[in-house]
């Protein structure tokens, strides 16, 4: 009766944004929710970029189609699989993030909405729901799941904290310091080791 929520950047797979950065040289993309606890905020910043230097979707998956999933990543997501109920809670969108999801097999995944014009620009975006990390734990909850969690950054904090186990997975120092309460991990291993726990 245990569900698994899984952040899918930083997680499982490298930060989509950070690589749209290095291809693009531009380095004002490489801000992550690591750095802007403000979702609205750092997706205000991304766009108002991505029109300024006029970046289209082809861009950002000719950032995203030679990325692949962290060393481990797929194996750790399989052998989780076998025994709980898996789902990848992700503030990425569908448009942009489904090369790498490719890449995993397909496993479930929650995610937001790109809006995308004719000729591919990025006109905006919508989100699944206002904070669907925390619903989504709290809605499997009312189902009487036992619910862990698992992220790296501030949009995760909210997840971890709702859910009945909250864990850090390789998150920078700063979040460590700040939240020295939530349980951490650093690689696959101690990672499966503390989710299976009892």
């Avoid at 090369?99 to 995610?111: E, Q, S, W």
């Avoid at 734990?137 to 009945?164: H, I, P, W």
């Avoid at 998150?171 to 310091?177: G, H, M, N, T, W």
Wanted: include cysteine; hydrophobic fraction near 40%; charged fraction near 25%.
């Amino acid at each position: 009766m245990r569900v698994i929520c899984l952040d899918l950047e930083g997680v499982l797979v490298p930060e989509i944004w950070e690589s749209l950065a290095v291809k693009t040289k531009i380095s004002e993309l490489k801000l992550t929710t690591r750095d802007i606890k403000n979702y609205d905020e750092l997706m205000s910043h991304r766009l108002k970029i991505i029109n300024d230097k006029k970046l289209k979707i082809s861009d950002i998956l000719g950032a995203v189609e030679p990325l692949v999933p962290f060393k481990g990543a797929l194996e750790f997501l399989n052998k989780l699989s076998k025994d709980y109920q898996v789902l990848i809670l992700s503030d990425t969108f569908y448009e942009i993030s489904y090369p790498l999801i490719a890449k995993l097999n397909f496993p479930n995944v929650f995610c937001h909405h790109l809006s995308i014009g004719q000729q591919g620009d990025i006109l905006g975006y919508k989100l699944r729901l206002n904070n669907q990390k925390k619903a989504t734990v709290k809605a499997f909850q009312s189902l009487n799941f036992e619910v862990f969690a698992v992220g790296d950054s501030y949009n995760d904090l909210d997840m971890l904290r709702t859910a009945n186990l909250g864990v850090l997975y390789m998150a920078p120092q700063l979040l460590l310091k700040e939240y020295p309460h939530f349980l951490t991990a650093s690689n696959y291993e101690d990672l499966y080791s503390i989710l299976s726990g009892d």
